[in-house]
Nanobody
Framework: VQLVESGGGSVQAGGSLRLSCAVS????????MGWFRQAPGKEREGVAY???????SYADSVKGRFTISKDSAKNTLYLRMNSLKPEDTAMYYC?????????????WGQGTQVTVS
């Protein structure tokens, strides 16, 4: 199983970006997929999750600004990020193969950098 993120970059505060995560290979126990981020000197944090029933959940810090979605036909996970803030600057990772409680993810991408100035 391979996860490949794309769509990161540098943007000014208030701008938008859309991250994509292409998933190849069959995933075992894929009840939940998610986006995580890690800023320098900080722990990795969960940003957004989407379950197999398409229900979604978000970290409070991004609620109302970020939208997670997936295209099952294309095996691709997305994260639309609007109204970006400097504190959103981080390496963003997608994850798959999570449990129903969106934990214990089995598969991870290599990350894509988002920088907001």
């Amino acid at each position: 199983v391979q996860l490949v993120e794309s769509g990161g970059g540098s943007v000014q505060a208030g701008g938008s970006l859309r991250l994509s995560c292409a998933v190849s290979g069959a995933t075992y126990r894929n009840y939940c997929m998610g986006w995580f981020r890690q800023a320098p000197g900080k722990e990795r944090e969960g940003v957004a999750y989407i379950k197999s029933d398409r229900s979604t959940s978000y970290a409070d810090s991004v609620k109302g600004r970020f939208t997670i979605s997936k295209d099952s036909a294309k095996n691709t996970l997305y994260l639309r990020m609007n109204s970006l803030k400097p504190e959103d600057t981080a390496m963003y990772y997608c994850a798959a193969g999570g449990s129903w409680y969106c934990a214990d993810f089995s598969y991870w991408g290599q990350g894509t950098q988002v920088t907001v100035s």
